[in-house]
């Protein structure tokens, strides 16, 4: 049994599917409309053609002033059958038949392509995605949780302390367990040596 888009056997696994992003990080910045061309293929005298020459002829202006960096093509030809095509910057075309469609469905789909990217609708695996993630892993609210005792109160008491006792070693936590050795052997440069090793 065929499916919505005639495709024979697809599962979860075997659909296709995409990370979610957009094209060229828009939306950053100055959003730039990815629709460069529709264009509305109708004839003259069909029946079929009725409400896209009424659309053609009542709506099709008011649409052209909303979206003005869009080139639109009205193309009547003899016996066609009514269909829009819209074509986006990234090189992808979206056909659509205007068939049995009055005037305000031909204004939702143009307005559905002017506002679309462009990138085919596949099911997104993720509603996030970045291209660079983290070595650290995920943040989440529990990522550095420590438990405490919400019963005890805070001492707010002044502690008096000496600024030049050693902090100690601020580093070791920074280590892992098998590694702790290398902060006893760690050597005492001068100001002289750090000078002459190179960077990081």
Known sequence: ??????????????????????????GVGRPVKQLKRITLKFCETSQHSLYARKF???????????????????????????????????????????????CDDILKILETFADRSGVEIVRIRKDFHTDIPSLQGEWHPFLNFRSYNIVNKLDWTPKLTNAWDPVGKPWEKCYRKHELHKLENRPVLTYEEKAEKPLG
């Open 56 to 102: 053609v002829e009542e709506h099709l202006i008011d649409f052209a002033s909303r979206h003005p960096s869009v080139v639109i093509y009205a193309l009547p030809e003899t016996e066609a059958f009514p269909q829009v095509c819209a074509e986006y910057l990234n090189g992808r075309e979206e056909i659509c038949e205007l068939n049995k469609r009055d």
């Open 1 to 26: 049994m065929s499916g919505l888009f005639g495709s024979r056997g697809f599962t979860n696994k075997t659909r296709p599917s995409a990370f979610l992003r957009s094209i060229l990080q828009n």
